[in-house]
């Protein structure tokens, strides 16, 4: 027999309906709907009939909601059975025979979704929430087989870095460029933004906004991959999430740690004033989550208007951006004319690409070939005036403290040549707009996923172009921000 499988957060009744096919462009009402609790099958009398059916999902799961008329309709399939489809020719559930499920359904009749939530069966961190939930049950029913329905849509260290300084450069080939998004809302943007920062090629900050970022990792993915990708066709990128990560978009509940910080109440501009913080944190909450969720702040006071967050208990809508990339990274390219880093593993591959900022036309990046030379997470900041650009009026060697909005956030990857390095940043929306102080200037959380790949030995050539060829000799230039 089947097993009820309960929910668990609210939004189980979407991650049933994800793993059972149903489309998830259904799915981004998330986006500006409150999410609506399951409701659960009670022998869908009245509905369905006379009470003694029971819907059960392709996985052998019953389904622990009851979808609406305008959400699914039945047809019969091959053998005659009724299978419900949704209007993307999905099959969300079978209807089978009640048989031994009154008594289950009895034991379970108490169990609604309010009381689940009030014995602590509320929601859960995003970690927890990856969109494959494990099936509970002791039997799989035999393969639904139905006709072809119309419009339906297919079913989707110290050593030299191992690789041969004379193959051909991996850029060397123009990349394709993207398709141009046409009339797509903010959640199917925010869809493909999410797929590709689960993919490892980063689009920056997720603010549903198509821009030069966004575009620069589709083709970098298409490199890596081989693949075209469709920004237009929502449905195949969505279909790609489901297994992926689940959906773009979960619930989060702030935690007492959250609200707590430590956070301070603003970053001065002048460093004389920064060095006299003993922290240099974030400013608020909402700077918190936004960076832990890979977000843009104001994209994330727009999914949850007028929400206080730095009250513990409120759950709020964030991206799921699901799990950092890992790889050994052992070729770096920084290009400072797409203003984009590049990650190769040992053979060759493209592993990873990020949205940066390199240099500006006052101080240049270095040209030519650099190596890694050592990693270091929550870095502090030495600001000194003979080697370093002037800041305002200060003219004395000043100690900055670790933090996400220090000078390089919250990674330092120190190259070769002495200031340069690969770091964070305290402002990730203006990542690959605006210029930097001759290094390469990450988001936080790409810095930190870059900085758990690569080890000392890594080169890093800076080159101006795709294909460009790599000069033997550079300025040396001062500044490492």
């Given at each position: 027999m089947y097993r009820r499988k309960?929910?668990?957060?609210?939004?189980?009744?979407?991650?049933?309906?994800?793993?059972?096919?149903?489309?998830?462009?259904?799915?981004?009402?998330?986006?500006?709907?409150?999410?609506?609790?399951?409701r659960a099958q009670e022998g869908y009398g009245g509905y369905w009939g006379d009470g003694d059916v029971m819907l059960v999902t392709p996985e052998g799961d019953i389904l622990d909601y009851m979808p609406g008329p305008d959400e699914v309709h039945a047809v019969r399939d091959r053998r005659g059975r009724t299978v419900l489809v949704d209007p993307w020719g999905n099959v969300v559930a079978m209807v089978v025979p009640n048989e031994g499920y009154g008594v289950r359904r009895r034991e379970y009749e108490d169990d609604s979704y309010s009381k689940r939530r009030e014995r602590g069966y509320g929601y859960s961190e995003p970690g927890e929430f990856t969109g494959t939930v494990p099936g509970y049950r002791d039997a799989t029913p035999a393969p639904v087989e139905r006709e072809e329905l119309p419009n339906s849509l297919p079913t989707l260290g110290e050593e030299q870095a191992a690789y041969d300084p004379q193959s051909q450069d991996p850029l060397g080939q123009p990349m394709p460029p993207a398709i141009e998004m046409k009339g797509k809302s903010r959640a199917e943007i925010t869809a493909l933004q999410v797929f590709l920062d689960r993919e490892g090629f980063s689009p920056g900050v997720i603010d549903g906004k198509m821009g030069s970022n966004?575009?620069?990792?589709?083709?970098?993915?298409?490199?890596?991959?081989?693949e075209k990708l469709d920004p237009n066709n929502t449905e195949d990128i969505l279909e790609?999430?489901?297994?992926?990560?689940?959906?773009?978009?979960?619930?989060?509940?702030?935690?007492?740690?959250?609200?707590?910080?430590?956070?301070?109440?603003?970053?001065p501009e002048d460093y004389a004033h920064k060095a006299q913080l003993p922290h240099l944190s974030f400013t608020s909450t909402a700077?918190?989550?936004?960076?832990?969720?890979?977000?843009?702040?104001?994209?994330?006071?727009?999914?949850?208007?007028?929400?206080?967050?730095?009250?513990?208990?409120?759950?709020?809508?964030?991206?799921?951006p699901g799990p950092n990339k890992a790889g050994k990274v052992a070729r770096i390219i920084a290009d400072k004319g797409r203003k984009q880093v590049f990650a190769y593993d040992d053979t060759g591959k493209l592993i990873a690409a990020y949205p940066s900022t390199i240099g500006?036309?006052?101080?240049?990046?270095?040209?030519?070939?650099?190596?890694?030379?050592?990693?270091?997470?929550?870095?502090?900041?030495?600001?000194?005036?003979?080697?370093?650009?002037?800041?305002?009026?200060?003219d004395k060697i000043l100690q900055l403290q670790p933090g996400p909005n220090g000078p390089v956030g919250t990674?330092?990857?120190?190259?070769?040549?002495?200031?340069?390095?690969?770091?964070?940043?305290?402002?990730?929306?203006?990542?690959?707009?605006t210029q930097s102080h001759g290094c390469i200037r990450l988001t936080n959380w790409d810095?930190?996923?870059?900085?758990?790949?690569?080890?000392?030995?890594?080169?890093?050539?800076?080159?101006?172009e795709p294909g460009a060829p790599i000069s033997a000799d550079s300025a040396d230039v001062l500044i490492p921000y």
């Open positions: 309960a929910a668990t957060m609210k939004t189980g009744s979407l991650v049933s309906a994800t793993r059972t096919g149903l489309s998830l462009l259904a799915a981004l009402g998330l986006f500006s709907v409150e999410l609506a609790p399951a966004v575009t620069k990792a589709i083709e970098a993915w298409q490199q890596a991959t081989g790609r999430l489901r297994f992926n990560g689940g959906l773009p978009i979960t619930t989060y509940t702030i935690t007492a740690a959250d609200a707590a910080g430590p956070y301070v109440a603003s970053i700077e918190m989550l936004g960076e832990k969720f890979h977000m843009d702040e104001g994209y994330l006071r727009e999914l949850n208007p007028g929400v206080d967050f730095s009250i513990p208990g409120t759950t709020i809508k964030v991206i799921n500006s036309a006052d101080t240049p990046s270095p040209s030519g070939t650099v190596a890694v030379e050592r990693i270091a997470f929550d870095p502090g900041y030495t600001y000194n005036p003979k080697i370093n650009f002037k800041q305002g009026a200060n990674v330092w990857i120190a190259l070769s040549r002495p200031t340069y390095g690969i770091h964070g940043t305290p402002d990730p929306s203006k990542i690959g707009k810095a930190t996923e870059l900085g758990k790949m690569v080890s000392p030995g890594v080169t890093v050539e800076f080159v101006d």
